[in-house]
Nanobody, 122 residues
Framework: QVQLVESGGGLVQAGGSLRLSCAASGRMFIWYTLGWFRQAPGKEREFVALIRWSGGSTYYADSVKGRFTISRDNARDTVYLQMNSLQPEDTAVYYC???????????????WGQGTQVTVSS
């Protein structure tokens, strides 16, 4: 069983940057994919980015492509989400989760963390 803990959220002005961390405890199997999702008030949870634990292949939502970068540190069992050029529409609770597939649909994910709040002021 994998447990995930997100951190790094906060309040930032538009155009600013934040780096989120997702620390995994338990065994991260090489076939796992780790994804970042976000959920704004009154909206459904939406995909942000994913990374394959082995090989490091990545995939991004169109809304964050070119602004966000997902990366991993296998030695630390941690995945990062570097967020640049943040906009008010990026305001949401950000979650990480795992899947054994290579999929952006949150229905395929498990081991959800508790989330970290990101607020971007205009």
């Amino acid at each position: 069983q994998v447990q995930l803990v997100e951190s790094g959220g906060g309040l930032v002005q538009a155009g600013g940057s934040l780096r989120l961390s997702c620390a995994a405890s338990g065994r991260m199997f090489i076939w796992y994919t780790l994804g970042w999702f976000r959920q704004a008030p009154g909206k459904e949870r939406e995909f942000v980015a994913l990374i394959r634990w082995s090989g490091g292949s990545t995939y991004y939502a169109d809304s964050v492509k070119g602004r966000f970068t997902i990366s991993r540190d296998n030695a630390r069992d941690t995945v990062y989400l570097q967020m640049n050029s943040l906009q008010p529409e990026d305001t949401a609770v950000y979650y990480c989760a795992t899947t054994q597939t290579y999929n952006s649909d949150p229905a395929f994910y498990a081991n959800w963390g508790q989330g970290t709040q990101v607020t971007v002021s205009s």
